[in-house]
């Protein structure tokens, strides 16, 4: 089978992409990686099939019977290659693992870049013209008219005055008329004023460029977890590997957990508390068992559903760990970091330095006698 090229030949992968085709890529790379672990899979599988004579075509017979195993050495040998390759599966499993988070938290990290250029172009053109024309008549017409006698009586009236005097002797009169006719013409013409203006304006602005670059952290937070359980027996319950020797150890049913977690983000390091032992008996025996530092234990992250209930947790701290066997860890201090999600899925695993990509000593349990409920964050 072949794998179509991702991208197109003749496309520079990163040129031009932003971060988040960059993780598509990577998950599309992931994805295609694990469909070639599969085929290995089936391939085993049907060496499998071959070597016990179940390998058959639609009619029944055998598809190749030169390659069915004649003795119970030679089936035990067929089987022990599938566990090889089984195991070596396993590990590249592993190393997607660890890259797919990796990538999760690369997708958590944003930059955002913005640009702002203006120009304006403002023309005003005005134009007036003003005409003035006045004409202006006045005529007044003034009648004053005034009597004079000894005795004095006066009246006075708007447009007329009369005023009469009367004394001891009598007759005296004097009569004053005076008329006047003033007209007065005005005409004044010519105002024209014509103004025009125009005005350009170009305003250019650049430079608003801000790049931003926000990381998501998980803060802290006050999620809570209790339980105390140990159970012998765990078979399809139980994967432990280690790194040195690389060893891939299936529960079975002699095998044993025994955890205590008193785990609270929110209270004091004198209120936290967690162990973990895992014993294997022969033929391939290991014990592992590690106990927390509680001044160092630290609730990393709240994990919530779809619905936003939080169902798990991540806690990571330090501690020391003991042991005996092949492949087990024994050293003072260690890293630890622990996933627990509801109700009974556990990963635990040991570094022996905090920057250790892969870990040192990694236990996968799901024990059937165990139950939890992790407590609301605030």
Sequence with gaps: MTFPNTPPDGINPIDGLDPEQIALLLLASIAFEE???AHIINAEAEKLQGAIGTLVDENGDPINPLIQAGSLAELLAANREVEKMLRTVIKKEMLLQFKFENILEFLSTTSSTTTTE?????????????????????ETTTTTETTTTTETTTTTETTTTETTTETTTETTTETTTTETTTETTTETTTTETTTETTTETTTETTTSTTETTTTTTNDPCDCSVGFTFSQTGLVGQSTVTTLSPARVISGGAG????????????????GNFLSYTYTKPAPQPITQNFTADSATITVEECLFDELGVV??????????ATGSGSGHVGADPVFFTLRLVESNAITFEIRLNESDVVPAYSGVHTPTSLSFDVGECS
């Design 311 to 320: 169902i798990g947790l991540v806690v990571s701290g330090q501690g020391a």
């Design 35 to 37: 469909l070639g672990l």
């Design 255 to 270: 095998d044993t957990l025994t955890m205590t977690v008193d785990v609270c983000g929110g209270c004091t390091s004198d």
């Design 118 to 138: 203006t120009t304006t172009t403002t023309t005003t053109t005005t134009e007036t013209t003003t005409t003035t024309e006045t004409t202006t008549t006045t």
